[in-house]
């Protein structure tokens, strides 16, 4: 089994599009070098790169969608975006924004069935703001997935997951009334799942449907994109823990703005290409930064992190899940976009994708 692994993480396939001879061939071989060296460096199964480029995209692929298999992913291949689903989500308030049907200063309880008194912190209220430029200052999760205890026979990820997939917009909302900010909110940003679902549950709220629903009219379908909550599970990548522990899919309707989204390599990088085009007065919204550092040098827009880059702005933002990990990439003035997609939670995956998509722009947009 390892040795079919081996051999088939050591074959790349590349997906051009008709009409790109304008891209060097040195372009490809050196996005597929890349992309062979983080799958070897980090103990990777499989990585799928796309590349958007002038409105010109590319895709490259190595490893395997299975560590028992020997299936080559491809642009279509279905991953777990992680943390990059609430850019979506953030992308949706900034829609309802525009729209006038809701306000950034708007409290969030104005958004909830019930008062909550401990969503005040030092006389300020957690806002819309608040949630989408992460300074809520509201803890990382609920449920308290340091509790979850391992099953005889049973992988730890997979136990938490379950807890996750039974977890209801019920049960979270009656957590809440115990959960209060750590700080006032608005001050420094920090890492909130829980911010995130509580925005998905306000959005339900401000336009009255589902959330999948509303991700499907408001995204996926203009964009031409497959559902990312209920992919076509014949195209789904297996993930995988550090350990190489093979997971399920992970399907649970609370954690779809956190971790259980999924999209390929081609869905996420239509998304990309329409952010860093930037025409949609939603998207110009969303990249705003509504939070920076003293020196202004780096900030935070609607979970986008922001900061220059040799090719002009960036934008991105990465994430992992119990089994995979991914990144998107944003470079507005360059014209450049840029999505990763693993199928295993590696040692500092988004530390080393982010290096790596950062490669990838420098090959896009070389030094004058």
């Given at each position: 089994?390892?040795?079919?692994?081996?051999?088939?993480?050591?074959?790349?396939?590349?997906?051009?599009?008709?009409?790109?001879?304008?891209?060097?061939?040195?372009?490809?071989?050196?996005?597929?070098?890349l992309?062979?060296?983080?799958?070897?460096?980090?103990?990777?199964?499989?990585l799928?790169?796309?590349?958007?480029?002038?409105?010109q995209?590319?895709?490259?692929?190595?490893?395997?969608?299975?560590v028992?298999?020997?299936?080559?992913?491809?642009?279509?291949?279905?991953?777990?975006?992680?943390?990059?689903?609430?850019?979506?989500?953030?992308?949706?308030l900034?829609?309802?924004?525009?729209?006038?049907?809701?306000?950034?200063?708007?409290?969030?309880?104005?958004?909830?069935?019930?008062?909550?008194?401990?969503?005040?912190?030092?006389?300020?209220?957690?806002?819309?703001?608040?949630?989408?430029?992460?300074?809520?200052?509201?803890?990382?999760?609920?449920?308290?997935?340091?509790?979850?205890?391992?099953?005889?026979?049973?992988?730890?990820?997979?136990?938490?997951?379950?807890?996750?997939?039974?977890?209801?917009?019920e049960?979270?909302?009656r957590?809440?009334?115990?959960?209060?900010?750590?700080?006032?909110?608005?001050?420094?940003?920090?890492?909130?799942?829980?911010?995130?679902?509580?925005?998905m549950?306000?959005?339900e709220?401000?336009?009255?449907?589902?959330?999948?629903t509303?991700?499907?009219?408001?995204?996926?379908?203009?964009?031409?994109?497959?559902?990312?909550?209920?992919?076509?599970?014949?195209?789904?990548?297996?993930?995988?823990?550090?350990?190489?522990?093979?997971?399920?899919?992970?399907?649970?309707?609370?954690?779809?703005?956190?971790?259980?989204?999924r999209?390929?390599?081609?869905?996420?990088?239509?998304?990309?290409?329409?952010?860093?085009?930037?025409?949609?007065?939603?998207?110009?919204?969303?990249?705003?930064?509504?939070?920076?550092?003293?020196?202004?040098?780096?900030?935070?827009?609607?979970?986008?992190?922001?900061?220059?880059?040799?090719?002009?702005?960036?934008?991105?933002?990465?994430?992992?899940?119990?089994?995979?990990?991914?990144?998107?990439?944003?470079?507005?003035?360059?014209?450049?976009?840029?999505?990763?997609l693993?199928?295993?939670?590696?040692?500092?995956?988004?530390?080393?994708?982010?290096?790596?998509?950062?490669?990838?722009?420098?090959?896009?947009?070389?030094?004058?």
């Open positions: 089994m390892k040795s079919r692994h081996r051999l088939a993480a050591a074959f790349v396939t590349f997906f051009p599009l008709a009409g790109l001879a304008a891209v060097p061939p040195t372009f490809d071989a050196a996005v597929q070098d992309a062979r060296g983080w799958l070897a460096d980090n103990g990777g199964v499989g799928s790169i796309g590349v958007y480029e002038d409105g995209r590319r895709y490259y692929n190595v490893g395997t969608s299975r028992d298999g020997d299936k080559v992913p491809t642009k279509d291949t279905v991953y777990e975006i992680g943390s990059i689903a609430k850019t979506f989500a953030a992308q949706l900034a829609r309802a924004v525009v729209e006038g049907r809701a306000s950034l200063d708007d409290e969030v309880t104005k958004y909830l069935a019930q008062p909550y008194p401990n969503f005040t912190r030092d006389g300020e209220p957690i806002r819309l703001l608040h949630l989408v430029n992460m300074t809520s200052q509201l803890v990382d999760n609920i449920p308290d997935m340091t509790q979850v205890r391992t099953v005889p026979g049973t992988p730890l990820p997979v136990t938490k997951m379950e807890v996750f997939t039974k977890y209801s917009r049960e979270m909302l957590q809440l009334h115990r959960v209060a900010p750590r700080a006032a909110p608005g001050g420094d940003p920090g890492q909130s799942n829980v911010a995130a679902m509580l925005l549950v306000v959005l709220k401000i336009y009255d449907e589902p959330f999948d509303l991700l499907a009219r408001e995204i996926e379908k203009p964009l031409r994109m497959a559902s990312g909550t209920a992919p076509p599970a014949k195209l789904l990548a297996r993930g995988y823990t550090r350990a190489n522990e093979e997971l399920p899919p992970f399907e649970a309707p609370m954690a779809w703005v956190t971790g259980s989204l999209y390929s390599a081609r869905d996420l990088l239509e998304y990309a290409a329409w952010q860093v085009a930037e025409r949609d007065a939603s998207v110009k919204i969303a990249h705003r930064p509504t939070w920076a550092t003293p020196d202004q040098k780096q900030g935070i827009a609607f979970y986008w992190l922001t900061g220059d880059s040799p090719h002009g702005r960036r934008l991105f933002y990465s994430g992992v899940t119990f089994g995979f990990a991914g990144m998107c990439d944003l470079y507005p003035d360059a014209r450049v976009a840029i999505v990763l693993a199928n295993k939670d590696a040692q500092r995956a988004q530390e080393t994708l982010r290096a790596l998509s950062a490669k990838i722009a420098a090959l896009a947009r070389p030094p004058d």
